[in-house]
């Protein structure tokens, strides 16, 4: 199991942008499918946002198509996410994972949008 690690969250008025960074441990870069994904305040369940594969192929949650980029920065093994025209429900806590082999969950980065 690997680690990877969320971070580039805050506070930002609907409609603002912010981009969020994956850190993903080497060894699993290259060879794995990426996915963001969110929890809602209150809400038990996780839901899918992004996600991208070794090849760049990329795929989008319906409720962020056409906002939300996923990329891969092959330069750091990072995985960023750049989130624009944020609304107040896209607020939740936000976690990356491998798609194919879940690691244990992070502690993910909190993202607030107010309005």
């Known amino acids: 199991q690997v680690q990877l690690v969320e971070s580039g969250g805050g506070l930002v008025q609907a409609g603002g942008s912010l981009r969020l960074s994956c850190a993903v441990p080497?060894?699993?870069?290259?060879?794995?499918?990426i996915g963001w994904y969110r929890q809602a305040p209150g809400q038990e369940r996780r839901e899918f946002v992004a996600?991208?594969?070794?090849?760049?192929?990329?795929t989008y949650g319906d409720s962020v198509q056409g906002r939300f980029t996923i990329s891969r920065d092959n330069a750091n093994n990072t995985v960023p996410l750049q989130m624009n025209s944020l609304k107040v429900d896209d607020t939740g806590i936000y976690y990356c994972?491998?798609?194919?082999?879940?690691?244990?969950w992070g502690q993910g980065t909190l993202v607030t949008v107010s309005s």
């Open positions: 994972n491998l798609v194919r082999y879940p690691s244990p």
């Open positions: 080497r060894s699993a870069f290259s060879s794995s499918a």
């Open positions: 996600a991208i594969g070794t090849g760049g192929t990329t």
